[in-house]
């Protein structure tokens, strides 16, 4: 089946440092993918997707790529900030799949330190 | 904009007892689901509806039970509380089709079964 799987954090950054969470999938098919961030007490929310190989997703200085002959999606930002610490979460929706059901991966923690 | 409306947002219970999660939203969204979300573990599915007097089982379904009356509302049920339910639980929806995967999450309610 369909699975997501994510580096384990937390990740811990100074200000202004480049970040890499890693991300790769296993799936059927031509899934699309997708960062969602949780910032403390409240709920996810999209950050960036992408549908279809080699596309990039970008939001709020954060970037990912489509990788299908790596089936990876790793998330990227060139210097973070304080105010992006966060759970991010990978997620994979199935090519074939017509509903909203989106398969996520553990979460990873990122804290940023001024 | 209301959006996705989650109550309670805290919730402590003795094992046994039974309780209902409110999530209702005003987006008139087909697809809405059910996630918990536990350390390490991401966001899993229990339930999901993909319109009015439709509901299947996700992930991890065994004791909820759902029912969709009506677009906006979804609740979900706890019929006999378990310490294993303790956890935070996310509502989310999204348009049947045309959503491109983003789904549209509560601020979440944390539950404590004791």
């Known amino acids: 089946g369909n699975s997501v799987t994510q580096m384990e954090g937390p990740v811990t950054l100074s200000e202004e440092a480049f970040l890499t969470i890693n991300c790769t999938y296993t799936?059927?098919?031509?899934?699309?993918l997708f960062w969602y961030v949780q910032y403390p007490g409240e709920g996810l929310q999209l950050l960036l997707k992408a549908t279809k190989a080699d596309d990039k997703g970008s939001n709020k200085g954060f970037e990912a790529t489509y990788r299908k002959e790596t089936t990876s999606f790793h998330l990227e930002k060139g210097s973070v900030q304080v105010s992006d610490s966060a759970v991010y979460f990978c997620?994979?929706?199935?090519?074939?799949?017509?509903?909203?059901?989106?398969?996520f991966g553990q979460g990873t923690t990122l804290q940023v330190k001024p | 904009n209301a959006g996705v409306t989650q109550t309670p947002k805290f919730q402590v219970l003795k094992t046994g007892q039974s309780m209902t999660l409110q999530c209702a939203q005003d987006m008139n969204h087909e697809y809405m689901s059910w996630y918990r979300q536990d350390p390490g573990m991401g966001l899993r599915l229990i339930h999901y509806s993909v319109g009015a007097g439709i509901t299947d089982q996700g992930e991890v379904p065994n004791g909820y039970n759902v029912s969709r009356s009506t677009t906006e509302d979804f609740p979900l049920r706890l019929l006999s509380a378990a310490p294993s339910q303790t956890s935070v639980y996310f509502c989310a929806s999204t348009p049947w089709q045309g959503g491109g995967g983003e789904l549209f999450f509560g601020e979440g309610s944390r539950l404590t079964v004791l």
């Open positions: 997620a994979l929706k199935g090519g074939s799949s017509n509903t909203g059901k989106l398969i």
């Open positions: 799936a059927t098919g031509y899934p699309s």
